[in-house]
Nanobody, 117 residues
Framework: QMQLMESGGGLVQPGGSLRLSCVAS????????MGWYRQTPGKERELVAR???????DYVDSVKGRFTISRDGASGTVYLQMNSLKPEDTAVYYC???????????WGQGTQVTVSS
């Protein structure tokens, strides 16, 4: 059973930066995509960025040019570097690992990111 643990969230001023980390425990053999989602109260959880193995990246339009997703292939750790943060980036950020066969989604517990002056 895979477990994911996020860290790195916090309070930052507009224009600032944060780096989120997601550490995975368990086999990565069947994992074919890793990503970050975010959710605010009353809204659907949305995809922010993902890596589709081996290295295809995909971003929601609102973060392109500001956020960068990366991974450490050996450890399975996934990072989200967030620069030029805006108040609208405020949300709980969740790490996701996706297995294709069988189809399973693993989620972390979430980490709060608050962008405010």
């Amino acid at each position: 059973q895979m477990q994911l643990m996020e860290s790195g969230g916090g309070l930052v001023q507009p224009g600032g930066s944060l780096r989120l980390s997601c550490v995975a425990s368990g086999s990565l053999f069947r994992i074919n995509a890793m990503g970050w989602y975010r959710q605010t109260p009353g809204k659907e959880r949305e995809l922010v960025a993902r890596i589709i193995k081996p290295s295809i990246t995909d971003y929601v339009d609102s973060v392109k040019g500001r956020f960068t997703i990366s991974r450490d292939g050996a450890s399975g750790t996934v990072y989200l570097q967030m620069n030029s943060l805006k108040p609208e980036d405020t949300a709980v950020y969740y790490c996701n690992f996706h297995s294709g066969v069988p189809t399973v989604d693993y989620w972390g517990q979430g980490t709060q990111v608050t962008v405010s002056s």
